[in-house]
């Protein structure tokens, strides 16, 4: 998982790339790792760090 630091980084370039507010933006992460983790408990899975892929 990141830590903190880096989530708050993430949310900050999402707002400024997407144009949404901060707060929107870190929602929109928060509900990203809910999926994840709800998808874990749905598969009965763990997660497997991968590197992401190039655009």
Do not use: N, Q, W
Request: hydrophobic fraction near 45%; charged fraction near 30%; glycine fraction near 4%.
């Amino acid at each position: 998982m990141t830590t903190d630091k880096h989530a708050k980084r993430a949310a900050r370039e999402l707002a400024a790339r997407d144009g949404i507010s901060y707060t929107a933006a870190l929602l929109c992460l928060a509900r990203r790792r809910i999926d994840v983790l709800f998808a874990m408990l749905r598969d009965g899975t763990f997660y497997e760090s991968r590197p992401a892929e190039a655009a």
